[in-house]
Structure formats: C-alpha cells, structure tokens
C-alpha cells in the first residue's frame, strides 16, 4: 500500500514537472521575439541605413546611452530562452530530420553563448564604464576601442553568425519535414536570414523587421506547445 502511494505521488511529481516544462518552453518562444524587439528598438538612430561604421563611431553611440544598455541586457537575458527554443526544436525533428535538428541544435546554442560574450563584454561593461568621471572614462578610450574591435580573445565574436545559422539549419529541417506547418518554418528561415545580414551591415531596422517575423514563426508555435495534451 504504502509503496504504491509512492508511486503514485512519483507519477504526479513527474506529471507536473512535464507540466511546468512544457509551459516554460512554450513561453520561451513566445517571449523572445519581445525581447528581441524591445532590444532592437531601443537603438538610437533606429530608421538610419548607413551600413556599418568607424569603431569610434561605434563607441560614442554606446556611451551614455542608458536605454541602449537596457536593450542589450534584455538581448543578454533571452540567451537562455534561444537555448530553450533550439533544444526543443531538435526534440521536434528527432524523428523526421534528426541530424539537421542536431547540427543546429550544436550551432544555436554555441552561437548563443557567443551572443551572450557579446553582451557582456560590449554592453555590461561598457554600462559600468558610463558611471565614470568624463576625464577618466576619456582613459579608458584606447581599452575600450579594442574591445569594439573584438582584440584579444574577443575575435571569437566573429563567430556570431553561427546563431542565426544554426537556426536556419533546424528551420530547414523543420520545413523539409513538414514537422509544423512550412508557414512557420518559413518564417523562422526568413527571419535567420534577415537577422543574419542585419548584424552583417549592423543595421538595426532589419533586425527589428526580422524579429517581427520570427514572432509570427515562434508564438504560434509557442501557443501550440503551451496547449499539447499530456
């Protein structure tokens, strides 16, 4: 008796815990595209399509630009969520397209911890620094103009594209499987692209328009995981 009450109180342990993992993981692709998107839109000169620019110039956007900071910290917290999103994604396509949910799966979350390097060290820091003194911040330039130049063992930056990559590398997979609708696969693959070619000429307005489309892809999506029956 008293062992199958155990068993019992183990099963809805068990049963809740799947509960509450499927909830979160549903969430996790609802609320990053709105993470994403406050992220985005919190740049200055948001409507400018200059394509690139001078570190310096780079520099004198960052600095005493608080909301900017919120918006990379808020880009730094949806890291666990695309770790969360791209791990169910390949538990989606483990059946149907295993080796592209894998392969991407490795790609998004490397790319993902680079993401969160970037933030950390272009961002964070950078919000530290703007509590300075003006003469001594003034000091810091040269150190400060090398971490925007990714010097050092801040060239593993220059693998950032392996976020958006990876992911497109699952949406294949998702599209070429019909594991969800194509629609959404679709629109994850347009949205890793748009993504991909916003950091490349780091123009922040088609970041924000492929964020949009990756939340017309992932809260469906997310709606559909939070509804699945036990």
Do not use: C
């Given at each position: 008796m008293l062992i199958e009450l155990i068993e019992r109180s183990s099963a809805?342990?068990?049963?809740?815990?799947?509960?509450?993992?499927?909830?979160?993981?549903?969430?996790?692709?609802?609320?990053?595209?709105?993470?994403?998107?406050?992220?985005?839109?919190?740049?200055?000169?948001?409507?400018?399509?200059?394509?690139?620019?001078?570190?310096?110039?780079?520099?004198?956007?960052?600095?005493?630009?608080?909301?900017?900071?919120?918006?990379?910290?808020?880009?730094?917290?949806?890291?666990?969520?695309?770790?969360?999103?791209?791990?169910k994604l390949m538990d989606i396509l483990k059946d149907r397209s295993p080796w592209l949910g894998f392969i991407g799966c490795v790609m998004a979350v490397f790319g993902g911890i680079v993401l969160a390097v970037d933030k950390t060290a272009l961002c964070l820091v950078m919000s530290a620094f703007d509590t300075l003194p003006a003469a001594e911040y003034a000091e810091l330039l040269p150190g400060i103009e090398a971490l925007f130049g990714f010097e050092g063992y801040l060239a593993i930056l220059y693998l950032l594209p392996s976020l958006p990559l990876g992911f497109g590398i699952q949406g294949a997979g998702l599209y070429r499987s019909r594991?969800?609708?194509?629609?959404?696969?679709?629109?994850?693959?347009?949205?890793?692209?748009?993504?991909?070619?916003?950091?490349?000429?780091?123009?922040?307005?088609?970041?924000?328009?492929?964020?949009?489309?990756?939340?017309?892809?992932?809260?469906?999506?997310?709606?559909?995981?939070?509804?699945?029956?036990?």
């Open positions: 809805m342990d068990n049963q809740r815990l799947e509960t509450v993992k499927r909830i979160g993981t549903g969430l996790a692709f609802i609320l990053y595209p709105v993470l994403s998107g406050v992220a985005f839109a919190a740049h200055p000169n948001l409507l400018s399509l200059e394509i690139g620019g001078e570190v310096s110039a780079k520099v004198e956007e960052f600095h005493g630009n608080p909301l900017m900071h919120f918006g990379h910290f808020v880009m730094l917290l949806g890291v666990p969520l695309l770790i969360v999103i791209s791990l594991a969800i609708p194509r629609w959404q696969s679709a629109a994850l693959i347009v949205a890793m692209l748009g993504l991909g070619v916003a950091a490349a000429v780091d123009i922040d307005l088609f970041g924000l328009v492929a964020t949009a489309i990756l939340a017309i892809g992932f809260v469906p999506l997310g709606i559909q995981i939070i509804n699945e029956q036990e």
